[in-house]
């Protein structure tokens, strides 16, 4: 369920919503979403950094010259592009989009373009792109693909995840709650993640050829085999547009796990360290993927030499340093001191195999029915044996860890500790589905 509005904060996105169903030109639907934003950020500075970039000119390098445009929002690494109906002129607004992008990249002039969101949106239809650039190409609006992240509709129902948004994407607080809807919209399809899964096909596409990787892939669909009981894919594989490299759907999947398996154990380090590196942010995603991080915890098992450990590969690590930092930057935004569910849900059910998950049975129980389940069928005082035989992302794990803390307040910190580890377990077939919920065993351990 999206996080809970105050009244006010409802009221302002009500009355934006009425407004824009009676505008009928895009100038007035911009201004209109700007004045919403100055009444639900009175006084922030963002407001005067966003209104800085409306009409904001670009300049586009074409073969016939340099054209002139103006971005309805520049704001951030946000470029927002307005139309009248987003359902009649989409093209036209994608069409636009490109070329800010390509003006935006040419005027970088860095080897590596700059990580760009790109919105076309009537107001209340909202698509969200990352921008792509095609591998050996120079920036051009015909060599950028706007590749969809999300679509969104404001509704009355959906003013709650429409708040979200902005907070996530465009105006984030200074320390955010950690809630399994602001990970999805951070870490589930999002900007980063796509970012991300580039670089990891990019890093792939270095190493898969080492004895270390091809064996680790090998190991990771016999595993997977025992999971569905068969894999299939495409006889053919597609070419990436960024790496210029083909990748198979089953080494698409292999990367999407990775990821997975990646943010739970860079999470556990953010819980863990309370965001504070004593060292930088590329040292501590080495410290993390070798295990030394969490030998220094006295913490077993949570970076096996499992499929992953690819990772390690030293061209890959320099590969995937910036995108581990930047990871690491959003997670140390989180107040991670007091984890209320299972934050890492959503991305997993967004992310894993959604085909293959209902054929296999896979569904999640909600936090609040484990909650309730937990208190109805636990002691209120000390401890029994709990086994989910079948744990997921580990919603079950987690609730019955906080509900024993919660009424065995007694002994040492150690003592408790013991109790928990003696008395709490959960198997699962899936082996990032174990990855997760040993992330939430231990968020859940924290927040006790």
Not at 329 to 336: F, G, I, K, M
Request: glycine share 6%; hydrophobic share 40%.
């Amino acid at each position: 369920m999206p996080e809970i509005l105050e009244q006010r904060t409802k009221d302002i996105l009500k009355q934006c919503l009425h407004d824009l169903k009676g505008l009928h030109n895009e100038a007035a639907k911009r201004s209109r979403f700007h004045a919403t934003l100055a009444e639900l950020f009175p006084g922030s500075n963002a407001i005067s950094e966003f209104a800085r970039g409306v009409e904001k000119l670009i300049r586009i390098q074409q073969p016939t010259g340099v054209k002139r445009g103006r971005a309805d929002a520049y704001y951030g690494n946000a470029i927002i592009e307005f139309e009248n109906s987003l359902e009649a002129t989409l093209s036209e607004a994608e069409v636009q989009l490109r070329e800010y992008v390509a003006g935006t990249w040419q005027k970088q002039n860095d080897e590596v373009p700059r990580s760009i969101l790109a919105i076309a949106s009537d107001g209340i239809e909202w698509r969200l792109y990352r921008p792509v650039l095609a591998a050996g190409e120079k920036p051009a609006p015909e060599t950028v693909t706007l590749e969809l992240i999300r679509p969104f509709k404001l509704t009355e129902e959906s003013v709650g995840a429409f708040w979200l948004w902005l907070t996530s994407l465009l105006f984030r607080p200074q320390q955010i709650e950690p809630t399994a809807e602001r990970f999805q919209w951070d870490f589930g399809s999002s900007l980063l993640y796509g970012e991300s899964m580039a670089a990891l096909k990019k890093a792939w596409a270095r190493v898969n050829s080492e004895p270390e990787s091809t064996l680790a892939f090998e190991t990771w669909q016999k595993y997977l085999t025992v999971t569905y009981g068969h894999l299939t894919e495409t006889a053919t594989a597609k070419k990436d547009i960024e790496t210029g490299q083909e990748i198979s759907e089953l080494e698409s999947l292999f990367l999407r796990h990775t990821y997975l398996a990646s943010i739970a154990r860079l999470l556990i380090w953010a819980a863990l360290s309370q965001g504070k590196a004593s060292a930088s942010l590329r040292q501590v995603a080495k410290d993390v993927f070798s295990g030394r991080y969490f030998q220094s915890k006295r913490l077993a098992n949570l970076v096996d030499d499992d499929f992953f450990h690819w990772l390690r590969n030293a061209e890959a690590e320099e590969i995937l340093a910036p995108t581990w930092e930047r990871i690491l930057s959003h997670l140390t935004e989180y107040d991670l001191s007091q984890v209320s569910e299972d934050v890492l849900k959503g991305v997993y059910q967004q992310l894993i195999d959604p085909k293959d998950r209902h054929d296999l049975g896979e569904y999640y129980t909600p936090d609040w029915l484990c909650e309730r389940m937990v208190a109805e069928l636990l002691p209120k005082h000390g401890y029994k044996a709990v086994l989910d035989p079948s744990c997921g992302s580990g919603s079950f794990l987690r609730a019955t860890v906080t509900h024993f803390l919660q009424h065995n307040p007694e002994g040492t910190d150690n003592e408790r500790l013991k109790s928990i580890l003696g008395h709490v377990q959960g198997i699962d077939i899936h082996p990032v589905a174990v990855t997760i919920a040993r992330a939430t065993y231990v968020l859940a351990l924290g927040g006790g």
